[in-house]
T-cell receptor, first 112, second 112 residues
Framework: AQSVSQHNHHVILSEAASLELGCNYS??????LFWYVQYPGQHLQLLLK??????LVKGIKGFEAEFIKSKFSFNLRKPSVQWSDTAEYFC??????????FGPGTRLSVLP | DSGVTQTPKHLITATGQRVTLRCSPR?????VYWYQQSLDQGLQFLIQ???????AKGNILERFSAQQFPDLHSELNLSSLELGDSALYFC???????????FGEGSRLTVL
């Protein structure tokens, strides 16, 4: 069965700091990978996705993620965070037509 | 606005009661997913329907049931409610089995 782990439960950064959130999955076959964001009191929204092709994918709001197949990883990055990036971030995997599996989430707090 | 509509937005009820949560997927999306989000359990997959048929089942209790109707809307029925069922219940839709998920704004259930 697929599983997704996220390295950090809670990350606290100051504005303009760089961000990297770790995501690892366990599945040996073909995967589709996603990062979702949930702003306080809101629903999950797609940040970016990887289906195939260039392993470096760019999403909305300056976020990007890199798929490293050999490491089963799909880490999320942003060079300079803003206070408005305060939210919970979820990594998700969908593999070979199986169901979506979400990681436990990482709460990001950006201090102004 | 993701195009996924959930009702009701908030629901307060008592233990032992039964409630029905409703989800209308985005126009044309055939897949509907239900997730439960609570503070201690994170985002838990409950069940998935595709074009009216149950496709995958996750951590859904026997007290819970769901269905997808011919017009593709879905209902999640929660019965014999317990305090621990208090959570946000999200519906998501997808145009195909392995496409990205579009989430509704959720139904917040409080069981007193």
């Amino acid at each position: 069965a697929q599983s997704v782990s996220q390295h950090n439960h809670h990350v606290i950064l100051s504005e303009a700091a760089s961000l990297e959130l770790g995501c690892n999955y366990s599945y040996g076959g073909t995967v589709n990978l996603f990062w979702y964001v949930q702003y306080p009191g809101q629903h999950l929204q797609l940040l970016l996705k990887y289906f195939s092709g260039d392993p470096l994918v760019k999403g909305i709001k300056g976020f990007e993620a890199e798929f490293i197949k050999s490491k089963f990883s799909f880490n999320l990055r942003k060079p300079s965070v803003q206070w408005s990036d305060t939210a919970e971030y979820f990594c998700a995997v969908n593999a070979d037509g199986q169901n979506f599996v979400f990681g436990p989430g990482t709460r990001l707090s950006v201090l102004p | 606005d993701s195009g996924v509509t959930q009702t009701p937005k908030h629901l307060i009820t008592a233990t032992g009661q039964r409630v029905t949560l409703r989800c209308s997927p985005r126009s044309g999306d055939l897949s509907v997913y239900w997730y439960q989000q609570s503070l201690d359990q994170g985002l838990q997959f409950l069940i998935q329907y595709y074009n009216g048929e149950e496709r995958a089942k996750g951590n859904i209790l026997e007290r819970f049931s769901a269905q997808q109707f011919p017009d593709l809307h879905s209902e999640l029925n929660l019965s014999s409610l317990e305090l621990g069922d208090s959570a946000l219940y999200f519906c998501a839709s997808s145009p195909q089995v392995t496409g990205e998920l579009f989430f509704g704004e959720g139904s917040r259930l409080t069981v007193l």
